[in-house]
């Protein structure tokens, strides 16, 4: 059997779940547990492809099922067959037991390949169907554990897949659970995890996936293709960020979250309500984030040089303790933000996007090429205005060149499929180098200010921040030759649109 699976995961604690789980009516709640064994090469041929190979056993009946992630948060792909029974001794299932039209030729793995067991779940289900408006779902209240050799980790949380109906009606249910009970938007699959516990890994940082833009998708269609990217990056490093406080983690959420609202932002005249509030609420988690992330350069970049360059000067070692105090405090300010409602009701609305569209609401008649080439121009129009003078410009002034600078970076990357050419790449390179330029000025100007606030709360830390903004200085002195050569070689870029 083949089948496109749609399901929201929550976590909370064991008693939040079960009382969402008593929150909804419907049928009358079944008990299973659930015993299931994952399958993979020694290589790790099918992870490394994204799917997941199980033997599930319920009862006396057993299943065979692959996986894989179709890529947008919610859906995925199944394809399952019935096993006959155990009768002990039996070896790993072939994938030819799988249904014909699942896709064995895309797993990587040749006859001469051994499936091996890689980890275990044993799970208690109880689980129901309920009504959310229009929409049939099942909803699975899971608690038991995932074990890898000695490794083993908890699993609670609460499962709903859609049966029938449309998406948008069940979020609508899984946002009033989120109104009622404190649980959050469950990022990782059983089998992620299961993955992280064998190879005793953490859940690692999501980069930003290219998209593909045609000319002929309409302005609607487009930016249902950059917020699915976006809302992947996004929910792709909350886990990095919740489970261990992973600075790539909340870089990558961040930027994950300025391209989404840069996107909005590039289209915001054929935009409706929905899209004004996911800015809103893109905008409002990167200022909760921002503390994190500068403690993090402080502390990663900016602090071990100084430190290195000055051995056993006490006032630089209090001002990293102070700073990492600092940074405790800001992640947990984090960690309450991503576990918040607000936050996770933003993340239930970006899921939606691809599933229920609505962001566009004015039709101009434009074509999505000339809307693209219109805001290009538009936003490299900006920039130059920003950077006239460039090289006279103070702190200030180039920071708002580097934040308009941003802007048309990231329309570039979107739109960047529109066009062909090698002036695409020229431009794009220059662009990146010019922002790292502006970035490295932008850290040494948070230092600065990061020293100043920590001196100020202890006056023993007051020496080692004076050296810090020397450092900060000096270093600003000389990268100016190069930051000017990195803007005129810009200006001088013909443009790609």
Known sequence: MSTVEVEVKLTGRPAELSAAFEDLSGSRPARQQLLTTYYDTPEGHLRRRGYALRIRSRGGARELTLKKDEGDGLTRGEWTSPLPPATGGEGTPGLDRLPAEAPVDDLGVTATDVLNPTFLTDIGRTKKETRMGDALV?????????????????????????????????????????????????????????????????????????????????????????????????????????????????????????????????????????????????????????????????????????????????????????????????QASARKLLLGRRFNRFVLDLLDVPHGGGLVVGDSGESLMETAKGRLGARHRSLMKAGSGFEHLGEPERHRVRIALKKLRYACDYSQSLFAGPAVGTCLRHLSSLQDDLGRLNDAAVARQISRELAAADPRAAEGASRVRDWCDEGVRAAEPGLIESWRTFVATEPFW
């Open 138 to 330: 099942e909803v699975s209240l899971d608690a038991g554990r995932i074990s890898a050799g000695e490794r083993e980790t908890p699993v609670a949380e609460l499962e709903l897949e859609l049966l029938s109906g449309p998406v948008g009606d069940m979020l609508a249910g899984v946002r009033a659970l989120l109104e009622k009970r404190r649980l959050a938007v469950g990022t990782r699959s059983k089998a992620a995890r299961g993955t992280d516990l064998l190879l005793g890994t953490s859940s690692p940082a999501v980069r930003a996936t290219r998209v593909k833009l045609d000319p002929a998708d309409s302005i609607d269609a487009a930016l249902a293709k950059v917020v699915r990217a976006a809302s992947l990056q996004v929910t792709g490093n909350l886990a990095p960020v919740l489970e261990a406080g992973a600075p790539e983690g909340i870089h990558q959420l961040r930027v994950s979250l300025r391209r989404l609202r840069s996107a909005l932002l590039f289209l915001e005249h054929h935009l409706g309500p929905r899209a004004a509030v996911l800015n809103r609420e893109a905008r409002r988690a990167l200022r909760r984030l921002g503390p994190a992330r500068d403690l993090d350069v402080f502390l990663l970049e900016t602090l071990p040089p100084v430190i290195d360059a000055n051995p056993g000067v006490s006032s630089l070692l209090r001002l990293r303790d102070a700073a990492r105090e600092r940074r405790a405090i800001a």
